[in-house]
T-cell receptor, first 112, second 115 residues
Framework: DSGVTQTPKHLITATGQRVTLRCSPR?????VYWYQQSLDQGLQFLIQ???????AKGNILERFSAQQFPDLHSELNLSSLELGDSALYFC???????????FGPGTRLTVL | TQLLEQSPQFLSIQEGENLTVYCNSS?????LQWYRQEPGEGPVLLVT?????EVKKLKRLTFQFGDARKDSSLHITAAQTGDTGLYLC???????????????FGQGTILTVHP
């Protein structure tokens, strides 16, 4: 158990819908990262927050947004969902912006 | 195009055999990391290699960082069924000497060890 929690574990929804994925980092960690894992693209970095501020951005679509709240939990919002958004979404946390990352168990999103 | 290319993509071997997984890039990395991921779980960090030519051992696993810091390998001696999983190499996309931060991952190697 990495200490990072993600909810929900599974999510099934329809095209065009909007969903919110939630992540609670390890106790004491200030940085949160979001990754997407799909069969064709592998594990791709989406976005990083540190202490509530966006720190780095990867190949995150405009339909996707994220934020980190004062209690340090983070949410990833995915809107206007497409079939191709079906994937595993992982959250990771680290103590510092450049520290070792600990991954959560992921949320499996299925878009029908 | 992947910044980090892993090979092979799939590896199916018998218990007791040795194997090597490769991670190659045309870019220089300040460090490379190896992760292992099991079904239904997130990746777990195995090791970070930082110095060109560095060799690190973790029980039956040996990790090497190329002299030019463009490649790395993972060698498993006498594989066991418990080694089955997805092995991923990763490197930082940040400029400078940081080892972590936003990471780029290889496509992964799916290892199956049969009893």
């Amino acid at each position: 158990d990495s200490g990072v929690t993600q909810t929900p574990k599974h999510l099934i929804t329809a095209t065009g819908q909007r969903v919110t994925l939630r992540c609670s980092p390890r106790s004491g960690d200030l940085s949160v990262y979001w990754y997407q894992q799909s069969l064709d693209q592998g594990l791709q970095f989406l976005i990083q927050y540190y202490n509530g501020e966006e720190r780095a951005k990867g190949n995150i679509l405009e339909r996707f947004s994220a934020q980190q709240f004062p209690d340090l939990h983070s949410e990833l919002n995915l809107s206007s969902l497409e079939l191709g958004d079906s994937a595993l979404y992982f959250c990771a946390s680290s103590a510092s912006p450049w520290g070792e990352q600990f991954f959560g168990p992921g949320t499996r999103l299925t878009v029908l | 195009t992947q910044l980090l290319e892993q090979s092979p993509q799939f590896l199916s071997i018998q218990e007791g055999e040795n194997l090597t997984v490769y991670c190659n890039s045309s870019s220089v990395f300040s460090s490379l990391q190896w992760y292992r991921q099991e079904p239904g779980e997130g990746p777990v960090l195995l090791v970070t290699v930082v110095t060109g030519g560095e060799v690190k051992k973790l029980k039956r696993l040996t990790f090497q960082f190329g002299d030019a810091r463009k490649d790395s390998s993972l060698h498993i001696t006498a594989a066991q069924t418990g080694d089955t999983g997805l092995y991923l190499c990763a490197g930082p996309l940040n400029a400078g000497g940081t080892s972590y931060g936003k990471l780029t991952f290889g496509q992964g190697t799916i290892l199956t060890v049969h009893p």
